[in-house]
């Protein structure tokens, strides 16, 4: 390692400063994949698209609108094309958007609450847990990225309300057909050949048996459609991992 002077993305580390040349890692175990797995990167600023892009890294946008998001990936592939497709493995070009055989391209998240009759008041519950995730992000900056491809850049600084990421649909919470129709929004105006989605269920506030209820009502409700709308989907083996929890907790001596 080349330790480099600090500078505005280290918070202070110089091992997380870009001035820093990392010359060699050692990682155990190794990996099966070769010659090594592929490498994601969470991008929002054109710097970081074309960074990923040119080093052969699967992007990942989540706080992008669908026009912002179409823009943003339309540049990574632009990057892609001018540097020759770089990929570890070496095999050219992939489908825009994603591209499910290769594992190749760049996807979005989005928080996902399904509401259910009688439960109205989870919604503004999981209102609050949109507040709280924000008021993290908040002094990051990225109140700015959420503002449509034809607008300029929002205040970083602005306080972002849970209305406004409903209205952006960063946030899809609905029934599960609104749900749906939402998600679907993004393979449509963004252009996704293959179509690969991040469903982030995680609220706080909420119980884990409440997530993972969420989690159950997606696979049951809203997967089947997304399937049958995208025109299939990984076939999966069944999981052979024993989930039940068996082993007794060990006592302290």
Not at 54 to 69: A, C, D, H, M, V
């Amino acid at each position: 390692m080349r330790l480099g002077p600090p500078d505005l993305y280290a918070a202070g580390n110089p091992v997380q400063a870009t001035t820093t040349v990392l010359k060699e890692i050692s990682l155990f175990p190794q990996p099966l994949q070769k010659p090594y797995p592929q490498i994601w990167e969470p991008l929002t600023s054109e710097r970081s698209i074309r960074w990923a892009a040119q080093r052969g890294i699967n992007g990942y946008f989540i706080g992008e609108p669908n026009s912002r998001l179409k823009r943003n990936i339309e540049l990574y592939y632009e990057e892609a094309e001018k540097q020759g497709w770089p990929d570890r493995l070496q095999r050219g070009k992939w489908k825009f958007g994603w591209d499910a055989e290769k594992h190749r391209g760049v996807i979005t998240g989005r928080y996902i609450h399904i509401v259910r009759p009688g439960r109205e008041r989870d919604r503004q519950r999981a209102h609050r847990a949109l507040e709280l995730q924000w008021d993290y992000y908040g002094p990051f900056g990225f109140a700015a990225i959420l503002a449509e491809a034809n607008e300029p850049m929002y205040e970083a600084t602005m306080r972002v309300s849970p209305e406004l990421l409903e209205r952006k649909e960063i946030a899809l919470h609905g029934t599960a057909d609104e749900v749906t129709e939402k998600i679907l929004r993004i393979k449509e105006v963004v252009g996704y050949e293959d179509f690969m989605f991040n469903a982030w269920f995680e609220l706080g506030g909420f119980s884990g048996e409440e997530v993972e209820e969420q989690m159950y009502i997606f696979a049951e409700e809203v997967m089947p459609a997304l399937r049958k709308a995208c025109g299939g989907g990984p076939n999966l083996p069944e999981s052979q991992v024993d989930l039940a929890v068996s082993a007794k907790p060990r006592t302290p001596k």
